[in-house]
Protein backbone atom coordinates (compact mmCIF):
# COMPACT_ATOMS: atom_id res chain seq x y z
CA UNK A 1 0.00 0.00 0.00
CA UNK A 2 1.19 3.26 -0.94
CA UNK A 3 0.93 5.66 2.22
CA UNK A 4 4.03 7.78 2.35
CA UNK A 5 4.99 10.78 0.47
CA UNK A 6 8.02 8.98 -0.84
CA UNK A 7 8.06 5.25 -0.86
CA UNK A 8 12.00 4.34 -1.18
CA UNK A 9 11.13 1.07 -3.06
CA UNK A 10 8.62 3.79 -5.76
CA UNK A 11 11.69 6.11 -5.69
CA UNK A 12 13.89 3.61 -6.66
CA UNK A 13 11.64 2.28 -9.28
CA UNK A 14 11.05 5.49 -10.95
CA UNK A 15 14.84 6.13 -11.23
CA UNK A 16 15.99 2.98 -12.72
CA UNK A 17 13.73 3.90 -15.07
CA UNK A 18 13.95 7.43 -15.70
CA UNK A 19 17.15 8.36 -14.31
CA UNK A 20 18.53 9.90 -10.73
CA UNK A 21 16.80 12.47 -10.10
CA UNK A 22 17.52 13.73 -6.40
CA UNK A 23 16.13 14.03 -3.31
CA UNK A 24 15.37 17.56 -1.54
CA UNK A 25 14.27 18.02 2.02
CA UNK A 26 11.99 21.35 2.75
CA UNK A 27 10.30 22.74 6.10
CA UNK A 28 7.89 25.52 5.78
CA UNK A 29 5.11 27.13 8.21
CA UNK A 30 2.51 28.01 6.87
CA UNK A 31 -1.37 28.82 8.16
CA UNK A 32 -5.28 28.88 6.73
CA UNK A 33 -6.06 29.02 4.28
CA UNK A 34 -3.28 26.86 2.28
CA UNK A 35 -3.65 23.14 3.25
CA UNK A 36 -6.88 23.33 4.29
CA UNK A 37 -8.91 26.62 2.48
CA UNK A 38 -11.68 25.69 -0.42
CA UNK A 39 -8.89 26.28 -3.51
CA UNK A 40 -5.46 25.79 -1.84
CA UNK A 41 -6.30 22.00 -0.61
CA UNK A 42 -2.91 20.58 -0.58
CA UNK A 43 -3.51 17.92 1.39
CA UNK A 44 -6.74 17.86 2.91
CA UNK A 45 -8.59 15.54 0.38
CA UNK A 46 -5.91 12.56 1.31
CA UNK A 47 -3.37 12.74 -1.65
CA UNK A 48 -0.04 11.65 -0.27
CA UNK A 49 1.98 13.98 -2.63
CA UNK A 50 1.55 15.24 -6.41
CA UNK A 51 3.03 15.13 -9.83
CA UNK A 52 4.75 18.38 -11.70
CA UNK A 53 4.78 18.11 -14.94
CA UNK A 54 7.41 20.15 -17.44
CA UNK A 55 6.39 19.57 -20.44
CA UNK A 56 8.00 20.94 -24.20
CA UNK A 57 8.14 20.51 -27.78
CA UNK A 58 11.81 19.56 -27.65
CA UNK A 59 14.24 22.36 -26.48
CA UNK A 60 12.85 22.96 -22.68
CA UNK A 61 14.77 26.52 -23.09
CA UNK A 62 12.52 27.48 -25.72
CA UNK A 63 9.46 26.79 -24.31
CA UNK A 64 7.90 24.65 -20.83
CA UNK A 65 4.28 24.87 -20.28
CA UNK A 66 2.78 27.04 -17.88
CA UNK A 67 -1.16 27.18 -16.52
CA UNK A 68 -3.37 29.31 -15.09
CA UNK A 69 -6.33 28.57 -13.23
CA UNK A 70 -9.68 30.68 -12.96
CA UNK A 71 -9.44 30.75 -8.85
CA UNK A 72 -5.71 31.96 -9.18
CA UNK A 73 -4.75 35.63 -8.90
CA UNK A 74 -4.93 37.83 -12.00
CA UNK A 75 -1.73 36.95 -13.79
CA UNK A 76 -0.50 34.29 -12.05
CA UNK A 77 0.86 31.18 -14.46
CA UNK A 78 2.19 28.23 -12.84
CA UNK A 79 4.20 24.63 -13.69
CA UNK A 80 1.26 22.39 -13.57
CA UNK A 81 0.57 19.52 -10.95
CA UNK A 82 -1.76 16.68 -10.32
CA UNK A 83 -2.52 15.10 -7.01
CA UNK A 84 -1.08 11.67 -5.68
CA UNK A 85 -4.18 9.93 -3.79
CA UNK A 86 -3.47 7.07 -0.82
CA UNK A 87 -2.71 3.35 -3.14
CA UNK A 88 -1.85 5.71 -6.30
CA UNK A 89 1.34 5.36 -8.00
CA UNK A 90 3.01 7.98 -8.97
CA UNK A 91 3.73 7.06 -12.40
CA UNK A 92 -0.33 6.44 -12.61
CA UNK A 93 -0.63 9.92 -11.40
CA UNK A 94 1.43 11.49 -14.13
CA UNK A 95 -0.63 9.65 -17.11
CA UNK A 96 -4.24 10.14 -15.66
CA UNK A 97 -3.00 14.01 -14.74
CA UNK A 98 -1.32 15.20 -17.85
CA UNK A 99 -5.00 13.72 -19.37
CA UNK A 100 -7.30 15.03 -17.60
CA UNK A 101 -5.38 18.55 -17.70
CA UNK A 102 -4.25 18.60 -21.59
CA UNK A 103 -5.80 15.62 -22.61
CA UNK A 104 -2.55 14.48 -24.22
CA UNK A 105 -1.65 10.56 -23.14
CA UNK A 106 1.83 10.04 -22.06
CA UNK A 107 3.47 6.68 -23.82
CA UNK A 108 3.55 3.68 -21.06
CA UNK A 109 4.53 0.44 -21.81
CA UNK A 110 1.19 -0.74 -22.82
CA UNK A 111 0.24 2.30 -25.11
CA UNK A 112 2.16 4.41 -27.25
CA UNK A 113 0.96 8.02 -26.55
CA UNK A 114 2.25 10.86 -28.11
CA UNK A 115 4.06 12.53 -24.63
CA UNK A 116 6.94 11.08 -24.13
CA UNK A 117 8.41 11.04 -20.35
CA UNK A 118 11.90 11.75 -21.05
CA UNK A 119 13.48 12.33 -17.95
CA UNK A 120 13.14 12.02 -13.99
CA UNK A 121 13.98 15.42 -12.69
CA UNK A 122 13.70 14.76 -8.67
CA UNK A 123 11.23 15.02 -5.73
CA UNK A 124 10.88 17.63 -3.22
CA UNK A 125 9.65 16.31 0.28
CA UNK A 126 8.17 18.55 2.29
CA UNK A 127 6.89 19.17 6.28
CA UNK A 128 4.69 21.53 6.08
CA UNK A 129 3.63 23.18 10.03
CA UNK A 130 0.08 24.52 9.94
CA UNK A 131 0.17 27.25 12.67
CA UNK A 132 -3.58 27.28 13.37
CA UNK A 133 -4.41 23.52 13.62
CA UNK A 134 -0.74 23.11 15.52
CA UNK A 135 -0.15 20.42 13.19
CA UNK A 136 1.99 18.87 10.71
CA UNK A 137 1.62 17.41 7.00
CA UNK A 138 4.05 15.29 5.16
CA UNK A 139 3.91 15.69 1.62
CA UNK A 140 5.83 15.82 -1.58
CA UNK A 141 6.06 16.55 -5.18
CA UNK A 142 7.64 15.00 -8.47
CA UNK A 143 8.75 16.40 -10.72
CA UNK A 144 9.07 15.09 -14.25
CA UNK A 145 10.53 16.35 -18.28
CA UNK A 146 7.99 15.36 -20.83
CA UNK A 147 8.67 16.22 -24.77
CA UNK A 148 5.29 16.43 -26.37
CA UNK A 149 4.40 16.90 -30.35
CA UNK A 150 5.34 20.11 -32.46
CA UNK A 151 2.66 22.23 -31.15
CA UNK A 152 -0.44 20.20 -29.44
CA UNK A 153 -3.67 20.82 -29.16
CA UNK A 154 -4.32 21.15 -25.16
CA UNK A 155 -7.51 20.50 -24.24
CA UNK A 156 -9.02 19.98 -20.52
CA UNK A 157 -11.07 17.18 -19.93
CA UNK A 158 -11.99 17.83 -16.50
CA UNK A 159 -13.95 20.70 -15.88
CA UNK A 160 -12.90 20.74 -12.29
CA UNK A 161 -9.27 21.79 -13.09
CA UNK A 162 -10.62 24.89 -13.68
CA UNK A 163 -7.74 25.68 -15.83
CA UNK A 164 -8.34 29.17 -17.51
CA UNK A 165 -5.32 29.61 -20.05
CA UNK A 166 -1.58 28.22 -21.29
CA UNK A 167 1.32 30.15 -22.12
CA UNK A 168 5.04 28.27 -23.47
CA UNK A 169 7.70 30.26 -21.26
CA UNK A 170 11.50 29.69 -21.90
CA UNK A 171 12.68 27.45 -19.21
CA UNK A 172 15.17 30.11 -18.11
CA UNK A 173 12.12 32.49 -17.18
CA UNK A 174 11.24 29.91 -14.20
CA UNK A 175 13.78 31.99 -11.67
CA UNK A 176 11.10 35.03 -12.51
CA UNK A 177 7.96 33.14 -11.90
CA UNK A 178 9.61 31.86 -8.84
CA UNK A 179 9.65 35.21 -7.89
CA UNK A 180 6.27 36.27 -8.92
CA UNK A 181 4.92 33.35 -7.30
CA UNK A 182 7.13 33.99 -3.47
CA UNK A 183 5.91 37.47 -3.89
CA UNK A 184 1.74 37.24 -4.59
CA UNK A 185 0.97 37.90 -1.59
CA UNK A 186 1.84 41.47 -2.22
CA UNK A 187 -1.46 41.23 -4.66
CA UNK A 188 -3.30 38.40 -2.63
CA UNK A 189 -2.30 38.18 0.57
CA UNK A 190 -4.59 35.20 1.54
CA UNK A 191 -2.14 33.49 -1.58
CA UNK A 192 1.10 34.06 -0.15
CA UNK A 193 1.60 30.92 1.60
CA UNK A 194 0.57 28.95 -1.35
CA UNK A 195 2.84 31.03 -3.59
CA UNK A 196 6.22 30.77 -1.45
CA UNK A 197 5.13 26.66 -1.67
CA UNK A 198 5.25 26.75 -5.37
CA UNK A 199 8.00 28.70 -5.78
CA UNK A 200 10.33 26.25 -4.55
CA UNK A 201 9.25 23.70 -6.89
CA UNK A 202 9.78 26.85 -10.05
CA UNK A 203 13.95 26.87 -8.62
CA UNK A 204 13.95 23.17 -8.08
CA UNK A 205 13.41 22.90 -12.23
CA UNK A 206 15.25 25.58 -13.41
CA UNK A 207 18.25 24.65 -11.21
CA UNK A 208 17.34 20.58 -12.69
CA UNK A 209 17.75 22.32 -16.25
CA UNK A 210 20.20 24.55 -15.65
CA UNK A 211 22.36 21.58 -14.58
CA UNK A 212 21.91 19.72 -17.84
Known amino acids: MLTHPVEADELARIRARYGPGPLEDHRLEVDAPFLTGPHQRLTSDGRRAEIC ?4 QGDPGAGVLLHAKT ?6 YRLPTGGVQQGEPVL ?7 MEETGLQVGTDDWPGPVRVQRFLGVLRYRLYHRSSRTLHRFATYHFLL ?31 ADELAGVAQQAPEWGDW ?13 QLTST
Open 71 to 76: IYPAGI
Open 92 to 98: ETLVREV
Open 53 to 56: YVMH
Open 147 to 177: QAPQDPRLEPLDPDEKIAGWKWLPSGDLWAV
Open 195 to 207: GRFRAISHRFVAQ
